[in-house]
């Protein structure tokens, strides 16, 4: 703003892109159908869909409103070119603060942030190792599909057994899902390997 930037982040690129789906108030639309826009759309972050999808073909209107109850705005795109992924967000602003003002503060707040996600990717591996003989980035990518009580009892294993569910760790939730996939839905193997790590 006038010259000085704010580091400020307006709104997550989901966010951005669903609002403006909503604001094109396009009655028609079902629930679905802006689902797949604003998942095609969000390339930041990992767009899912979950709880009850009998509603899917149902129009957005009877939910976000209709054309009629509000001026629909030209569609913006989204800026990609300032966005990042989401799990990056505070580090980023971590590293412009420090970038900024090179203050010893902005330094330690930084650098604790960079260690605790090297700290959480290492114990992540070390999980993923003990489960399925590979490191976390090696495991086939998620389809979507969550073994729910599977991935509760390995977070609740987590939570008994490591360090606090922090912003760096929250991003390794996927990983405990692939592990719940691998293990065909059995928590026993993820726990035993998380207690064995933690």
């Not at 899912?48 to 054309?67: C, H, M, P, T, V």
């Not at 490191?135 to 389809?143: E, G, Y």
């Not at 057994?161 to 760790?169: I, L, Q």
């Amino acid at each position: 703003m006038n010259g000085k930037s704010l580091m400020t982040c307006l709104g997550d690129l989901y966010s951005v892109n669903w609002m403006e789906d909503a604001d094109l108030g396009n009655s028609g639309e079902t629930l679905q159908a802006q689902f797949n826009t604003v998942k095609t759309e969000t390339n930041k972050s990992h767009v899912l869909q979950f709880g009850d999808l009998s509603i899917a073909q149902e129009a957005i209107a009877d939910y976000e409103g209709s054309k009629d109850e509000a001026v629909a705005a030209p569609r913006a795109r989204a800026s990609s070119s300032t966005s990042i992924v989401s799990e990056n967000a505070a580090l980023s602003s971590a590293f412009h603060r420090f970038a900024a003002h090179g203050d010893d503060a902005s330094a330690e707040e930084l650098i604790k942030m960079v260690q605790d996600r090297q700290a959480a990717t290492k114990r992540f591996d070390s999980i993923s190792r003990h489960v399925a003989g590979v490191n976390a980035a090696a495991l086939p990518s998620h389809d979507g599909h969550i073994l729910m009580d599977c991935h509760h009892a390995a977070h609740e294993a987590y939570k008994v057994h490591c360090p606090e569910w922090a912003e760096g760790t929250f991003t390794h939730s996927r990983t405990l899902a692939q592990l719940c996939k691998h293990t065909g839905g059995k928590s026993a193997p993820i726990a035993a390997a998380i207690a064995a790590t933690c």
